[in-house]
């Protein structure tokens, strides 16, 4: 199985901030790489696929980019409602993984 | 609009069995694969099983492979996956989720998710 890991695991930040999320495939996935954003209580939302594709919906603010093993996520001005929990997941081969998650917090 | 509704969930003795359903609206249901996915409380996310859009092709995580069997009925646009000789470790938020890509085979990612439905194994 390939194995997803993501850096930070928890990440303080304040409105405004640019901040990036990284996420390292313990294989090469190609640009199949997706991120999905969880706030408390509710099911994950589509953010990124393919690495770079925007979701419908979802802001400008969010990109993401990479290939291979290595990949960003980064949200160039944080607004209140980006303090959640972002996974990245790989397309490329089942079993489909997640990284652990990245906790964003308000500094 | 696009929806999922997961049902089925609830409370099951260690070594029991339970299935859940999801039932889908708002698009082609036979036209894309789906996955069941689960979350253990304040833990991440796991993909637990997919299956193509025409049933033909089913895909299970190495913890569930050979206790759980992944289905769809096109005709009434339902999900299920039956779940037998439940463990402690199977207590998760179960979610299906539709494939992003249109098409019979299981694609990169899930773009639609349901609410979730919860599932206790305890005794």
């Known amino acids: 199985d390939i194995q997803m890991t993501q850096s930070p695991s928890s990440l303080s930040a304040s409105v405004g901030d640019r901040v990036t999320i990284t996420c390292r495939a313990s294989?090469?996935?190609?640009?199949?790489l997706n991120w999905y954003q969880q706030t408390p209580g509710k099911a994950p939302n589509l953010l990124i696929y393919a690495t770079s594709t925007l979701q419908s919906g979802v802001p400008s603010r969010f990109s993401g980019s990479g290939s291979g093993t290595d990949f960003t996520l980064t949200i160039s001005s944080l607004q209140p409602e980006d303090f959640a929990t972002y996974y990245c997941q790989q397309g490329y081969s089942t079993p489909r993984t997640f990284g652990q998650g990245t906790r964003l917090e308000i500094k | 609009e696009v929806q999922l509704l997961e049902s089925g969930g609830g409370l099951v003795q260690p070594g029991g069995s339970l299935r859940l359903s999801c039932a889908a609206s708002g698009f082609a249901f036979s036209s894309y694969a789906m996955s069941w996915l689960r979350q253990a409380p304040g833990k991440g996310l796991e993909w637990v099983s997919g299956?193509?859009?025409?049933?033909?092709?089913?895909y299970y995580a190495d913890s569930v492979k050979g206790r759980f069997t992944i289905s769809r009925d096109n005709s009434k646009h339902t999900l299920y996956v039956q779940m037998n000789s439940l463990r402690a470790e199977d207590t998760a938020v179960y979610y299906c989720?539709?494939?992003?890509?249109?098409?019979?085979?299981?694609?990169?990612?899930?773009?639609?998710w349901g609410q979730g439905t919860t599932v206790t194994v305890s005794s």
């Open positions: 989720a539709k494939d992003v890509a249109y098409g019979d085979s299981l694609s990169y990612g899930m773009d639609v």
């Open positions: 299956i193509s859009g025409s049933g033909g092709s089913t």
């Open positions: 294989q090469s996935i190609s640009r199949y």
